[in-house]
């Protein structure tokens, strides 16, 4: 048998907790989390709406805080950090994309690339650069404005924009929520490329199973909780695993 020793989860949880609110209103948003995210895979994070996606994105992200529990980002504790470091991490090891694009209008796309570099004052890496926006497909849209570009461009320059400063993480969270499904594809697959051929660590929300198809693995929340995991997935086992879960939900099961 390998005896040889797991590689080091590019991001873990242990007995995540995240209460929004307080007395009769308080809503338990994660209830005990664990988990550990393996470098140089695609994860993706499923559940019902209200079952705690984002909330477990955000608290990985650094982009919320837990109520108990912790949070490891490529080795940083990032429950504990204070609000400087936390702001270091996120400009520095992690990338985000979100279903909004969040691009700057009066910016090219060139310039929405580069921008996070640009704020936190590091060199652009011209060859890497040129690798990502190669393989987005997006050389000859650099000049162009987010206006003058079509959703599915606009996710790929988003795209870019989190992968062009080589994170140890990409974040995505419902990325090809407003997409056709042709744009959602291109997204999906480049997001699979990416871990596949640059190494990157990518973890996705998302609610359509054709999306997590795109996945090595495939995690599943229920009120809270992780309630269930798939590896390798594809578009049916996804369904089926999640049929499964609301059997076992309402009690039938
Ligand atoms: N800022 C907040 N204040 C109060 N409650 C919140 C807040 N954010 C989330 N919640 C609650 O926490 C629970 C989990 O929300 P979360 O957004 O993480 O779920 P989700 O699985 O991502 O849902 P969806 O698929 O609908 O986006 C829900 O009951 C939600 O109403």
Not at 70 to 80: L, T, Y
Not at 108 to 131: C, G, S, Y
Not at 161 to 182: H, I, K, Y
Not at 194 to 213: C, I, N, W
């Amino acid at each position: 048998m390998d005896t040889a020793a797991a590689p080091t989860p590019i991001a873990s949880a242990r007995d995540l907790v995240k209460v929004y609110g307080a007395g009769t209103t308080a809503v338990r948003a994660l209830d005990g989390v664990d988990v550990d995210l393996a470098r140089g895979e695609l994860t993706a994070i499923m559940g019902p709406s209200g079952s705690g996606k984002s909330t477990l994105m955000h608290c990985l992200a650094g982009l919320d805080r837990p109520t108990s529990g912790s949070v490891v980002v490529d080795g940083a504790i990032v429950s504990s950090m204070s609000e400087r470091r936390l702001t270091a991490l996120r400009r520095t090891r992690v990338g985000f994309v979100f279903q909004a694009y969040n691009l700057v209008p009066t910016l090219t796309a060139l310039e929405n690339i580069t921008l996070p570099l640009d704020i936190a004052r590091r060199k652009v890496d011209r060859a890497h650069l040129d690798l990502v926006v190669g393989t987005l497909g997006l050389t000859d849209r650099l000049g162009h404005k987010p206006s003058e570009l079509s959703g599915g461009q606009q996710q790929r320059v988003a795209c870019a924009r989190a992968l062009v400063a080589r994170p140890a993480v990409v974040f995505a969270d419902e990325p090809t929520g407003n997409l056709d499904s042709a744009s959602a594809a291109e997204v999906l697959g480049f997001l699979r490329d990416s871990v596949d051929e640059l190494g990157q660590s990518v973890v996705m929300v998302t609610h359509d199973p054709t999306s997590a198809g795109y996945a090595h693995r495939v995690l599943f929340l229920g009120d809270g909780r992780l309630v269930g995991e798939l590896r390798d997935p594809t578009p049916e086992s996804v369904l089926g695993a999640l049929a499964a879960l609301t059997v076992s939900r309402t009690g039938t099961g």
